[in-house]
C-alpha cells in the first residue's frame, strides 16, 4: 500500500471525534489557566473579589461549543487531506498500528524496532540506516529534540544535521 494511502487510511470517525475532544479539552483547559495566572493585584478581599469578577467575565466569553466546532472541522479538514495534513492533526497511535498491520507486525515489535533504529549510534549496527532515515523524516515535522529510553535510562539527543 502506498505510504499516502496509508497515512490517510489510518484515520476513522471514531479518531475524528477522539482527536476533536482531546484538542478541545486542551484549548479550554489553556484559556482557564491563561486567565488563572493572572495575580490579583493585592492579598485583600476586595482584590480577590475583584479578581474573581475578572476571571468571571474573561471566562463567560468563551463558548466551549464553538471551541469544539472549530477543533472538529480541523479534525475533519485533515482527515480529508493529505498525509500531512493528517500527520500534523493526529497522534501517531492509530497511525503505528496500521502501519504493523501493513508490515505483518504486532504494534509492540514495530515499536521496538523503531527505538531500536533510533538507538542505533554505530555505523556498523544493522538498524543503524533505518535510524538515521527514520530521524531525517522525523526532522521535516519540527519535533523537538529527540528522547529514547533505552533500558529505563533516558538518553538526549540532538536533531539530526
Do not use: C, W
Amino acid at each position: 500500500m502506498p505510504a499516502e494511502a496509508l497515512v490517510t487510511g489510518s484515520v476513522s470517525s471514531e479518531s475524528i471525534l477522539r482527536v476533536a475532544h482531546e484538542r478541545t479539552k486542551l484549548r479550554l483547559r489553556n484559556i482557564v489557566e491563561d486567565a488563572v495566572t493572572v495575580k490579583p493585584t493585592s492579598m485583600s478581599e476586595e482584590a480577590l473579589g475583584e479578581y474573581a469578577a475578572g476571571l468571571g467575565g474573561e471566562l463567560s466569553s468563551v463558548s466551549p461549543a464553538s471551541v469544539l466546532d472549530e477543533e472538529l472541522a480541523l479534525a475533519k479538514d485533515a482527515a480529508a487531506g493529505t498525509s500531512d495534513q493528517v500527520l500534523a492533526v493526529f497522534p501517531g497511535k492509530t497511525l503505528v498500528g496500521a502501519i504493523a498491520k501493513e508490515l505483518g507486525l504486532r504494534v509492540d515489535a514495530l515499536v521496538d524496532l523503531i527505538t531500536g533504529a533510533l538507538s542505533a549510534t554505530e555505523p556498523e549496527h544493522p538498524l543503524f540506516p533505518l535510524g538515521q532515515k527514520l530521524a531525517e523524516v522525523f526532522s521535516g515535522f519540527g519535533l523537538p529534540p529527540r528522547e529514547v529510553a533505552i533500558r529505563g535510562a533516558s538518553v538526549e539527543e540532538p536533531p539530526p544535521s
